[in-house]
């Protein structure tokens, strides 16, 4: 924030059958929508798969996953 980024939380449950995830799906296509990003980066498992497809159906144009370990 301090270097002029916008910061939004939205809280997801590692658990991906956690219906509180349905509501997270939802703020980030609300967000994607209102922004118009042109490039969503996404971190972790559940997170990461939401935040995709959200992009996707949003038609955000460049989608990066970074993988930090493997979760199994």
């Not at 219906?19 to 969503?40: C, D, E, F, P, T």
Request: proline share 6%.
């Amino acid at each position: 924030r301090a270097e002029g980024y916008e910061v939004h939380t939205i809280p997801f449950s590692r658990n991906p059958l956690n219906l509180r995830n349905i509501a997270a799906y939802r703020a980030l296509r609300r967000l994607m929508q209102s922004r118009h990003y042109v490039m969503v980066h996404v971190h972790t498992p559940v997170a990461g798969f939401l935040g995709r497809l959200a992009a996707r159906r949003q038609g955000v144009p460049h989608i990066v996953y970074t993988a930090h370990g493997f979760h199994f």
